[in-house]
């Protein structure tokens, strides 16, 4: 077994070994200049929304008094959560037998 150690050829350990350092070396060069310019963000949602007033520190005060806290949330979340308030407590009011007066 010439040019081999402990059973592993030689060229294979050392292009094992340059290809584990290429893969390292390449994600590092293509980062290095980024970003090459200024970055937009867009943000959804108008400054003063709903979002912004319900997570003031004023109105989580005054809700607080009051024994509540506002959860800022978007349509979807807030539509998602009332169908699953809704389904939830279908369920109990059936079970319970209560009927409407």
Same mark, same amino acid.
């Given at each position: !077994?010439? #040019? @081999?150690? @402990? #059973? $592993? +050829? /030689?060229? #294979?350990?050392? &292009?094992?070994?340059?290809?584990? !350092?290429?893969?390292? &070396? ?8 980024? +970003?090459?310019? +200024?970055?937009?963000? /867009? ?5 003063? #929304?709903?979002?912004?007033? !319900? /997570?003031?520190? *004023?109105?989580? &005060? ?5 024994? @509540? *806290?506002? $959860?800022?949330?978007?349509? %979807? *979340? ?6 699953? %308030? %809704?389904?939830?407590? =279908?369920?109990? /009011?059936?079970? =319970?037998? &209560?009927?409407?007066?």
């Amino acid at each position: !077994m010439r #040019g @081999t150690r @402990t #059973g $592993l +050829p /030689v060229v #294979g350990i050392f &292009a094992t070994t340059f290809a584990i !350092m290429g893969a390292i &070396a390449i994600p590092a060069q293509a980062q290095r200049d980024y +970003p090459n310019r +200024p970055i937009a963000l /867009v943000v959804p949602y108008a400054a003063g #929304g709903g979002n912004d007033i !319900m /997570v003031s520190p *004023e109105l989580k &005060a005054k809700l607080a008094a009051d024994g @509540t *806290e506002p $959860l800022a949330s978007t349509p %979807e *979340e807030y539509t998602a959560d009332i169908d699953k %308030e %809704e389904t939830k407590w =279908s369920a109990i /009011v059936k079970k =319970s037998g &209560a009927k409407a007066q």
